[in-house]
DNA sequence: CGGCTGGAATCAAAA
DNA sequence: AATTTTGATTCCAGC
């Protein structure tokens, strides 16, 4: 049935003679038709809970009325079956658009959802409660829905409890609102269905699906968002690359979680990107119970075994929540967050002070929607630059939901990380986001296998809170004026969760193995005067979570030098970790492909070899007549499988005087002297000189060729073995272009070799593709984006029509551009090894990226089509990555099972 | 007592 | 197919 309706759908949109309006309208009522049955199937028994649970829900004056309209709408019926609609509280006017009256099935409602909307807010109680009948009931409820779960924001942790609470309430109150303007995690996406009452959002609701551009995925997505975000939602979530797409799209746990985090933390953005490609992955995926499908097995078998609480735990989600109450509480009161919903209506019904701590005002979000994490924002835009003052340590040992905390992230110097927002004059308080975001080689995105952990006690500081967006949790600390709107992170931790558990949700195509470095990402939605938002965003050095990587794996945190000529013949200090007696420093150079176009093993003074430190002489290069700049990478290794990341290192021609360029580094007061920290663990500023047009040849030169550059990059796989051997004649053969050279060196150095560290930079770089939301930047920069409206305050990072030749400019006409380009390649990655192989060629992702603009169904094919044409290697590492990643899953499947 | 840690045993997948 | 190695998770114990 499911797969019919997919078909269906696809089917009207491939001819495109049929309105979308109708097709979605047919579509979702075969969903619902779909859901209904197997719901029916699943869990007959669910009336019964709700009824308990309702008993126990009656703290909230609103939950009334809000679940009598889930229950009567069908549509959400639909959601819960399927994340994409948890958001929906029944609001007549949205079910109607989703289906007729007439054709709306009698879907008894398992109102489930209500029940657990009700339930959530009591959970201490329910805990307790004796009754087996209603502690059973939460389990069913929980499980039924998601699908996924797992990454569920609650499942993920005690963020969703809260969220609980404020289910009740806000859904109610604040709902339209809410889901826009309020909460800054709400992603545009948020469905306006959510909010009963919010016109908007059924304002929303009613005009995305109808309307005709809109692509499959808008459909879901509020008016506003679906607008703005439509063509994006494809490319946000490239099917490819990004996790969002199809995890994101199976967000939702229980529907009782669900609900509570969208709606109370409006994190959740059921419709986010492509719901309607969300609920195909779902349904397409084997017919067996959805519900239990979302739901790892060992995950489950985990919870149930935790104990007492296990009924509660039964899901995935809850389980990792552990104490609700506590969760409620601390959210509740720590949040400064969200001024909208909790103060008005948890407040009042928790009755607690709504300004515990200092940040009670943040400020509104004005802007329709907010981007999707996944979406590439620049650091900097008008005024307004985020920073990263201190970054956090190389290594943090994340804990696993099976041990307790391991403590917030430190910085190298004991500390803890720190980032400042400059340039912000006004007196209004603002909210700082913090998730967890991948460190490999592809385009910033949420990681998949990580999570930010919110730490409290007496050790910290800084207020914060939780709030689930998407699949993702997402810290808010507020960002204070009077703190000189400076926050110290001394409230976040990481958890891990399991691989399998992650692997086994539809959709995810990542793999967890060796897949253990993240950054910690940061970001800010400044409200302008002129209604837009401008949205920052900066990540920090990669972080390695692993207890055993982070033991074994050496580690190059500076280089004292990126750049010189290619005679070689100099010693280099690197600084780093775990550096043994017979560590090698390997130089490589790869071809656009990935091949290694040259190895050679660089001397490394046997007696300077520390720990922590290594003296290798720079190996000349393979060719001492190079024209121009040439990027190469090198790595240390400790054994065949032990090896550091790629450093960037870049040869000059000979006759090219080197020029110094030492970023001020505020590791170097630290460290040794003049070392460079490499692009990921120091932090770096470009050259001020450097004006951004400058900048953009560069980078547009090195991407050209798809070279190498970057070290790292994806390229350059350390997993791939050093199999060396020149085959290629000339560095840059063709055309590849040539890195601007020096009149400043360290430009080109820089840009390489520190992409994201700077940080001015540092997210620029890292998403070259995004024009930069201030106001004044960005309506030049991405004219081509169709679709996108010009006053969109984002540009989707990937929807982005970016001249092609161009490298994925990078910027946009923020000032900040300039480092961008090199940005890309940067990542080494080590997990990429399994995964992504080598290969990879930023530009390819780029121009994939743009391509995923189309979204929806087709869009994933497009994307896909793109790779493969622009860089069939990178196609083929997808490809592979999936399929690889399908085998661990089989794997996990069958541990599990057993 | 509970949160953090550092270590390390135990499992399981990959080589 | 068996064995070894590597990576992921779970446990422990001390602070």
Redesign the pocket.
């Known amino acids: 049935m499911e797969k019919t309706a997919v078909l269906f759908m696809l089917l009207c949109l491939e001819v495109q003679s049929v309105p979308f309006s109708f097709c979605f309208i047919s579509f979702m009522f075969l969903l619902k038709l779909c859901c209904y049955l197997r719901f029916k199937k699943a869990f007959s028994y669910v009336p019964n809970v709700s009824l308990s649970t309702l008993t126990l829900g009656m703290g909230s004056p609103c939950l009334g009325s809000q679940y009598h309209n889930l229950q009567t709408s069908p549509v959400i019926s639909v959601s819960s079956c399927h994340q994409a609609s948890y958001g929906l509280h029944g609001d007549p006017m949205a079910s109607g658009y989703y289906l007729p009256p007439g054709l709306r099935p009698p879907l008894e409602s398992p109102r489930i959802e209500i029940t657990t909307y009700t339930q959530i807010p009591e959970v201490e109680v329910e805990e307790e409660s004796v009754d087996p009948l209603t502690k059973r009931v939460n389990i069913v409820t929980l499980t039924l829905p998601s699908a996924d779960g797992y990454r569920d924001p609650s499942c993920l942790s005690p963020a969703s409890s809260l969220s609980s609470r404020s289910c009740n309430s806000e859904a109610s109150y604040e709902s339209g609102f809410y889901n826009y303007d309020n909460s800054p995690q709400n992603s545009p996406w948020q469905s306006p269905c959510v909010s009963p009452k919010g016109s908007g959002p059924l304002h929303s609701c009613s005009h995305a699906p109808v309307s005709p551009s809109a692509s499959p995925h808008v459909a879901a997505a509020n008016g506003d968002g679906w607008r703005k975000y439509g063509l994006d939602g494809g490319p946000c979530r490239p099917p490819l690359y990004s996790p969002s797409l199809s995890p994101s799209a199976s967000p939702q746990g229980s529907p009782r979680l669900s609900c509570v985090d969208e709606a109370w933390l409006g994190t959740t953005n059921q419709y986010t990107n492509s719901a309607i490609v969300a609920a195909i992955n779902a349904l397409s995926t084997d017919g067996l119970a959805d519900l239990g499908e979302g739901v790892p097995l060992k995950a489950r078998k ?1 919870n149930l075994e935790h104990g007492p609480a296990a009924s509660m735990k039964a899901e995935p989600g809850a389980d990792e929540m552990g104490p609700v109450s506590e969760l409620c509480q601390e959210d509740y009161l720590g949040s400064g967050r969200l001024p909208f919903k909790k103060e008005r209506y948890c407040g009042s019904f928790l009755d607690v002070p709504p300004h515990l701590c200092s940040w009670t005002k943040p400020k509104t979000y004005i802007s329709p929607s907010l981007p999707a994490l996944d979406w590439q924002l620049p650091s900097c835009s008008g005024p307004y630059s985020l920073q990263i003052e201190v970054q956090p340590k190389s290594h943090h ?1 994340a ?10 992230v430190k910085a190298l110097s004991g500390g803890h990380p720190v980032v400042q927002l400059y340039g912000y004059v006004d007196s209004e308080p603002l909210t700082l986001q913090l998730f967890i975001g991948t460190a490999d080689d592809r385009l910033l995105r949420p990681h998949a296998f990580y999570q930010v952990h919110r ?1 409290t ?1 007496k ?1 910290v500081s800084t207020p914060s809170h939780e709030a689930m967006q998407t699949s993702t949790k997402v810290l808010e600390i507020p960002l204070l004026p009077e703190n000189n709107m400076r926050a110290i992170i001394d409230c976040a931790g990481i958890l ?1 969760l ?3 558990d992650i692997e086994l949700r539809k959709g995810e195509t990542d793999i ?5 470095r993240v950054r910690m990402v940061f970001r800010v939605h400044i409200n302008q005067p002129n209604g837009r938002t401008v949205s920052l965003q900066v990540a920090s050095n990669p972080i390695e979570c ?4 982070a033991q ?1 794996l050496p580690l190059v945190e500076k280089q004292s030098m990126d750049t010189y000529p290619a005679t070689g013949g100099k010693q280099m200090l690197l600084s780093g970790h775990n550096f043994l007696p017979d560590s090698k420093v390997m130089f490589v150079e790869k071809a656009q492909d990935g091949h290694h176009v040259w190895e050679t093993e660089a001397k490394v003074d046997k007696d300077s070899i520390k720990p922590t430190s290594l003296v290798v002489e720079i190996p000349p290069y393979r060719s001492q007549r190079i024209a121009s700049a040439v990027p190469v990478s090198f790595y240390v290794c400790n ?4 090896r550091s990341q790629y450093q960037c290192f870049t040869y000059l021609p000979p006759s090219i005087p080197m020029i110094k360029t030492e970023p001020a580094d505020d590791y170097e007061s630290q460290g040794a002297p003049r070392m460079r920290s490499n692009p990921y663990y120091g932090q770096q500023r470009l050259p001020p000189t450097m004006p951004l047009g400058e900048a953009e040849p560069c980078v547009v030169g090195s991407y050209v060729p798809c070279p190498p550059r970057p070290t790292p990059l994806p390229c350059s796989s350390p997993g791939s073995s050093p199999k060396l051997h020149d085959l290629s004649p000339v560095p840059f053969p063709g055309g590849a272009a040539p890195l601007p050279l020096p009149s400043s060196p360290d430009h080109t150095s820089l840009a390489m070799a520190h992409p994201q560290g700077s940080p001015h930079l540092g997210s620029p770089s890292y998403h070259p593709f995004y024009p930069g939301s201030s106001p004044s930047s960005s309506p030049a920069s991405h004219p081509s984006t169709p679709g996108v409206a010009a006053d969109s305050p984002y540009l989707p990072a990937y929807g982005s029509a970016q001249p092609r030749g161009s490298p994925p400019t990078l910027l946009s006409e923020d000032s900040s551009s300039p480092a961008l380009a090199v940005t890309i390649k940067q990542e080494p990655q080590e997990l990429d090894q399994m995964t992504l192989d080598d290969g990879r060629c930023v530009c390819v992702r780029a121009r994939a990226h743009s391509h995923t603009g189309f979204t929806g169904p087709l869009g994933y094919k497009l994307a896909l089509w793109d790779f493969r044409a622009v860089c069939p290697n990178m196609a083929d590492a997808r490809v592979r990555g999936r399929s690889g990643s399908g ?2 899953k089989t ?2 499947h ?2 599990h099972s057993t």
Request: aromatic fraction near 2%; avoid cysteine.
């Open positions: 985990t040992r804990h696993y939901e099976t041990e307790g905390s391991r403590g917030a730490i006690g050790t891990k399991r691989n399998s967890g193995r060796k897949n253990t692993s207890q055993r990587s074994e054994s065949k499988r032990k085998q661990p794997g996990a069958a541990r």
